[in-house]
């Protein structure tokens, strides 16, 4: 019964388990999505959707301010197996088209990106994929499904970071990936053999964590507004980033794709190394963290912290 197929089961625990298929429902049902395929963390997710997807010969093209380990996995990694590379500045609608070639199998982008906020046209981005036949790809992990919904803009794969906004607590690892039937089979099959999978106990502690995520997602899109605000007006702030203020390059494109704009806020301050990093330590209500999406309130200097450089924006 069960070899035949004739009786569902679960085979082995690197397939799914049950806790695991009831967060994939509900993520897909957030989304609007067909499938949701759940792992062990973003990048995870990430790679195993370019692995599944992309073969020697074929050609891909990222956005420039993707996530710098998406970025050196497409870099570094893929040419090891015949995959051609192109990197394209974000927002640059005209390099990416020029760029696309016949053997261009997908376009990755990020929205919005991290640190500056930079928002994806995802119509633009969704109608190159389709005039060119190539697969459209988005990391919303910043935006989450409760701010915008990129398959409702005819992208074909949505990826997130659980571990930030979908998971709510600071205290669970995980990845998912968004897309219909077609491409969720590809992708669950490169699973199935190279692993990736997330533990049934994090399924629990993200469907945990979006029991409150529309409560969560409301208020930190509030908060954020009102952080944005008060910086832009300090004395003593060079320039802010937020999509929800109209100094931002990309605001009315948030303003038109976007519910809300997300709950991080970067900004610059008026001096030197040494000024900043004296403000960052003379932070009462704020801890130096690297993640973000949970209930605390967190800074990080990219710079300094983690893996971003001092000049690229």
Known sequence: ??????????EYGRYGNPT???AETKLAMLEGAERCLLFDCGMSSISATLLALLKT??????????YKQTLNFAENFL?????????????????????IKKN???????????????IADMEKVSALGRKYKAV???????????????LEWGIDIVIHSGTKFLGGHNDVLSGAVMTNQKYFEKIKLFQ?????ITDPNSC??????LKTFALRMERQNSTAMAVAKHLEEHPKVKRVYYPGLPSHRHHELARKQMRGFGGVVTFEVDGDMEQTLRFLDSLEMCLIAPSLGGPESLITHPATITYYSLTRE
């Open 192 to 196: 199935k053999m190279a692993g990736g």
């Open 104 to 118: 261009t199998a997908l376009l990755f982008s990020e929205s919005p990106t991290n640190p500056y906020l930079n």
């Open 20 to 22: 695991q298929e009831a």
């Open 136 to 150: 459209t790809a988005i990391d919303s992990t910043f935006g989450a499904p409760y701010n915008q919904k990129p």
């Open 204 to 209: 629990y502690l993200l469907i945990r964590g």
């Open 1 to 10: 019964q069960y070899t035949s197929g004739k009786k569902a089961h679960y």
């Open 79 to 99: 040419p090891r197996y015949g995959v051609e590379v192109t990197v394209v500045p974000m927002g640059d609608y005209e390099a990416m088209e020029s760029s």
């Open 57 to 66: 010969g074929d050609h891909i093209i990222l956005t420039d301010d993707a």
